[in-house]
């Protein structure tokens, strides 16, 4: 499969990501040799999987969030602290999604196999512990409490997410707060504290410190709903991995939650969609179509694109009410709408 970098038209030049980014270019640069650094291990397989993990790329939005909330805060920049947090979230990241794509059974990620199905799933999560011991190793090492009780409140929020969602797979009633519960701990929880740490480090007074956590929250909210449409809207080739993944899964996201709420009770199709949740080994492609058709027709797609839509409203206006202006607050401001238009 190709990436969606490849996929980009010749000559429409940076894509959204790198224009946002522009503004911490160097920064980043810092993190990604720092990243490159801290995978290497004696240890012949875990470097390899981990380097099949970080070639893989990815947004690197988290680590972007942590630079520019302390970047936009416009105080100190103790810069070693704040790259050694930053490929540390990075590290979590990589850690969770090498897990999360053994507990899904994903073969494809990024337009590539995901390390279970190139290496097995017990090397796989092998290999996340070692990333995530590496991070909290990498955080540890720079001495700072603060950045240290955050990562661990993300973790555990992580944790407990998908440990909530796995016991949702399956369960047609599964409710827009269930979902919200789910999300904001196991995606926006995990942003909010990577703006909260950068705040931080910066030296930022604890109301800006709380805007910006505040931020993260709903930024993080409306990224894992864009990435749930995605799901179930998003073209393979450009996404990297296969179409209604998740309804394949048995969970219910929120475009499914909320056109599945609208069927009348009396509809045969509800009855098919709840048999497929519960046993989603009897959906066939052209099931999994006409799902994809009634999401659009019950308004799915809609009610969930609008509720990202209010969140990165909200996400602005938290930050234009209490951050200075400056290119670094434009850019965070930029990361809001990117996580909603983005197309993988
Ligand atoms: C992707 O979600 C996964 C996450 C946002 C979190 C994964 C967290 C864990 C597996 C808990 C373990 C945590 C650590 C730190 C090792 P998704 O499945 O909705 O998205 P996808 O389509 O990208 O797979
Ligand atoms: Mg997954």
């Not at 950068?198 to 910006?212: N, Q």
Request: glycine residues 8%.
């Amino acid at each position: 499969m190709t990436t969606a970098a490849q996929n980009r038209p010749a000559g429409t030049g940076a894509s959204p990501e790198e224009r946002f980014l522009s503004t911490v270019h160097e920064e980043m640069a810092a993190v990604a040799s720092l990243l490159d650094d801290e995978i290497r291990s004696e240890v012949r397989s875990a470097y390899e999987i981990s380097g099949h993990t970080l070639r893989a790329g990815g947004k690197r939005l988290r680590p972007a969030a942590l630079i520019l909330s302390a970047r936009s805060v416009g105080r100190d920049f103790p810069a070693q602290m704040i790259y050694a947090s930053s490929a540390a979230v990075e590290l979590i990241h990589m850690a969770s999604l090498i897990h999360d794509d053994v507990v899904d059974g994903a073969e494809s990620r990024r337009g590539r196999p995901t390390a279970n199905a190139a290496f097995g799933n017990q090397i796989s999560v092998l290999v996340g512990d070692y990333l995530l011991a590496k991070s909290i190793y990498l955080a540890a090492r720079e001495g700072h409490m603060d950045v240290i009780r955050i990562f661990s409140k993300v973790t555990v929020g992580l944790s407990e997410g998908e440990v909530l969602q796995i016991t949702m797979r399956g369960n047609p009633d599964t409710t827009e707060q269930t979902y919200f519960d789910i999300i904001g701990r196991k995606t926006a929880g995990f942003i909010s504290g990577c703006c909260e740490i950068g705040g931080l480090l910066a030296g930022a007074d604890r109301p800006v410190v709380d805007a910006l956590a505040e931020y993260g929250q709903n930024l993080g909210l409306a990224f894992q709903i864009a990435d749930d449409l995605l799901d179930f809207q998003g073209d393979p080739v450009v996404t990297g991995k296969p179409r209604c993944s998740d309804l394949r899964e048995g969970k219910m996201t929120l475009p499914l939650i909320a056109a599945y709420r609208r069927l009348p009770a009396s509809s045969a199709f509800k009855v098919r969609v709840s048999g497929w949740i519960q046993n989603p080994d009897a959906l066939s492609e052209t099931d999994a179509e006409a799902v994809r058709r009634m999401i659009e027709e019950y308004g799915g797609y809609e009610t969930a694109r609008q509720a990202a839509v209010d969140l990165v409203d909200k996400a602005r206006h938290q930050l234009e009410a209490s951050v200075p202006p400056s290119p670094y607050r434009d850019s965070l401001a930029a990361l809001a709408s990117y996580s909603l238009g983005r197309d993988h």
